[in-house]
């Protein structure tokens, strides 16, 4: 059974083997990071890579819903 589920931290050690297992079991993720366009480059088949700031959760919470 696949689920979507958010990533903080994904650009990291742990972080980018957690979403590369996710990704190889089917699981659709999003990536919330302060950097995208790295995240991009570092973690192929996330389904968006969201702009994190956690001190303006309006750029992001709309994301939360729906999620696993």
Same mark, same amino acid.
């Given at each position: 059974m696949s689920r979507k589920?958010?990533?903080?931290?994904a650009?990291?050690?742990?972080? =980018? /083997?957690?979403?590369?297992q996710l990704i190889s079991r089917?699981?659709?993720?999003?990536i919330f990071t302060a950097n995208p366009s790295k995240a991009e480059?570092?973690?192929k088949g996330a =389904? /968006?890579?969201i702009?994190?700031?956690y001190q303006k959760p309006e750029g992001w919470q709309d994301y939360i819903n729906g999620q696993d």
């Open positions: 589920i958010i990533v903080t931290g650009t990291g050690l742990i972080g =980018k /083997e957690l979403c590369k089917g699981d659709e993720i999003s480059l570092l973690i =389904k /968006e890579y702009f994190w700031d």
